[in-house]
């Protein structure tokens, strides 16, 4: 797997088989050095995990390149392309992060050539694409590192000059680092994210030229420096990463929400998958905002707290992970749990009991269309506001609702795009009254179903409410209607009595027959993957027409699995959800 260049031999161009060797030497140097990286880790918070975080966001390019060696003969572009897109798919905390987008930068410039002018240019795309990437770029940091190795290259010349002047010119930027921010110059140390990127560095140089560049070392640390001495005590509490299925204008708004919630804020990734990565004390908050920009997934929510302890039998020691969905025994990884008593855009107060009696702890409030998702929310404890065609519950009627549910934390599922204004509206009137209110922002009747799925009343009030918002955003929906006029639609023209096939609420398919229909529509979002189908049914729809559906997705889709619910009357003839 990796290349051993002969003695005094060294490389002309930057080959797909130089590319995986430099990758598996960088994985390997980040693990042999992840714990001197990580105990010099004190900005922008003194969680000592950077070499670690960098060590996974390593392993992740590693992997991809070795699956695609392992499915065919990749060429340079395809090869540097996959290390790129493992990273981004695995970075992890803020260095990890900026590597991912440095290595896609490099990416773009490599995928043409091969050759040192070649190499130098991407250095100098990879310091571009990872300061545009960080709201607030930072001085002393792997931003300042990269900025240097590109400089330090940019006359060009032969690979070997590149890659040496690159790695040069990194080392002696890491040095002055120490001086460039008082947190590190107080605990004696360099940028740990700017020691990660030199060693990645430094594996591509041994792979050029078959010899191990010298050790750049890091400062001398004072002995057992305390962290809270060298972290700002007032920032963010929680870290929030999640991977983002978006477009371009929807991204450049959520990173104007979420630089406005928190700081350390950083995007990564384009052509529609993102990596987000910010620090916030309101988790929730920043995971809605993901929900309303596009589908986020693999939701990791970190809490800061140094003095966390790791609940027994947890994944890890100081967060979790979720491809969309918690389990009931998931959690977090600390015995802090997920949010902060003024968190995720609900108020608290002491009301006291009614007439009616002692309040409940929780509850949840769903709009539903149909009486057969009425009955099903309700038996699975939900206080229900029914939606019927062409007539949305106003203001008031959600306000009843979350009076009669008479709990003193309710979450409220919308499950309508139209509903978002009334809903937070009604929120706010209730909140006022001293009930604690979240808003999880479900789009579908599908998505308020995952939400309740994932319900934990058992839970803290903020874990609950993160875990049903992951569980919603993590599922596509899609809905059958029957077209009452001729309209020009994102699909094309229809004509009255067509059947329209709305994917994300938009028209995709257009066709005669509802079961055909319906199976255009699901295999159209299986094809970007899913595990479980749910399929919502009318009274009205055509007879059969749920076993028809089961019976396709078992045949052209061995590894998903089908659930079905009657909606009975007054609902549209299908709705679909992918998760």
């Not at 002309?12 to 030497?25: F, I, K, P």
């Not at 371009?248 to 995007?267: I, N, Q, T, Y």
């Not at 559906?549 to 609902?571: F, K």
Request: one cysteine or more.
């Amino acid at each position: 797997m990796s290349r051993a260049l002969q003695p005094d031999e060294e490389l002309v161009e930057l080959d797909a088989e130089a590319v995986r060797t430099w990758c598996a030497r960088a994985f390997d140097a980040l693990g042999r050095e992840r714990e001197e990286i990580d105990a010099i880790n004190v900005y922008p918070v003194a969680d000592g995990d950077t070499g670690t975080n960098l060590y996974l966001t390593a392993e992740a390019a590693h992997q991809a390149v070795e699956a695609v060696f392992a499915a065919s003969g990749p060429d340079t572009a395809e090869t540097v392309r996959a290390m790129a897109h493992g990273a981004l798919l695995g970075a992890r905390g803020n260095s990890g992060t900026i590597l991912s987008q440095l290595l896609r930068g490099m990416a773009t410039v490599l995928g043409d050539g091969r050759d040192g002018e070649h190499l130098a240019r991407a250095f100098a795309e990879a310091a571009r694409a990872a300061r545009q990437a960080v709201a607030h770029p930072v001085e002393g940091t792997i931003l300042t590192v990269a900025s240097a190795a590109a400089e330090a290259c940019a006359a060009g010349g032969t690979l070997v000059e590149v890659a040496r002047g690159a790695y040069e010119g990194a080392a002696t930027a890491l040095a002055a680092t120490s001086g460039q921010l008082d947190v590190l110059e107080r605990a004696g140390v360099v940028d740990a994210g700017g020691r990660g990127l030199v060693t990645v560095l430094g594996a591509l140089l041994e792979t050029i030229t078959g010899q191990t560049p010298d050790h750049p070392g890091t400062a001398p640390l004072p002995p057992a420096a305390p962290r809270e001495k060298c972290a700002d005590e007032d920032g963010p509490a929680y870290e929030v990463i999640y991977l983002l299925e978006a477009d371009d204008a929807a991204v450049a708004l959520l990173r104007s929400r979420l630089d406005a919630l928190g700081e350390s804020l950083v995007v990564v990734g384009g052509d529609g998958l993102w990596n987000v990565h910010v620090h916030v004390d309101d988790a929730g908050a920043a995971v809605e905002a993901g929900v309303e920009a596009g589908r986020p997934h693999r939701i990791r929510i970190t809490h800061f707290a140094s003095d966390a302890t790791p609940a027994p039998g947890r994944g890890t020691a100081r967060g979790a992970e979720t491809d969309g969905r918690y389990g009931a025994d998931d959690g977090y990884g600390t015995d802090h749990g997920y949010g902060t008593d003024d968190g995720y855009a609900y108020a608290c107060g002491t009301a006291d009991d009614d007439a009616r009696g002692e309040r409940a702890a929780r509850a949840i409030v769903a709009v539903v269309p149909g009486e057969g998702l009425a009955g099903l929310c309700a038996e699975a404890g939900a206080t229900t506001v029914r939606a019927r065609p062409g007539e949305p519950p106003a203001e008031d009627e959600l306000v009843e609702a979350l009076r009669r549910a008479h709990a003193r934390e309710v979450v409220l599922l919308p499950n309508d795009t139209d509903l978002r204004e009334t809903a937070a509206a009604a929120a706010e009137r209730v909140r006022a009254e001293g009930v604690r209110v979240a808003l999880v922002p479900t789009r579908a009747a599908v998505q308020g179903i995952a939400a309740l799925a994932v319900h934990e009343p058992g839970r803290r009030f903020d874990e609950d409410v993160v875990a049903m918002t992951a569980a919603a955003g993590a599922t596509r929906y899609a809905e059958l209607a029957v077209a009452e006029h001729r309209s020009f639609t994102s699909a094309g023209v229809c004509q009255a009595g067509d059947v329209l096939g709305l994917i994300e609420g938009d028209v995709a398919v257009i066709g005669q027959d509802l079961t055909e229909t319906a199976r255009t529509v699901l295999d159209r979002m299986l094809s970007a993957g899913g595990e479980l189908v749910t399929l919502v049914v009318a009274d009205d729809a055509p007879p059969g027409l749920a076993a028809d559906l089961e019976r396709h997705v078992r045949r052209a889709h061995l590894a998903v699995d089908t659930t079905t619910y009657h909606a009975g009357a007054e609902a549209p003839p299908l709705l679909i959800g992918v998760e």
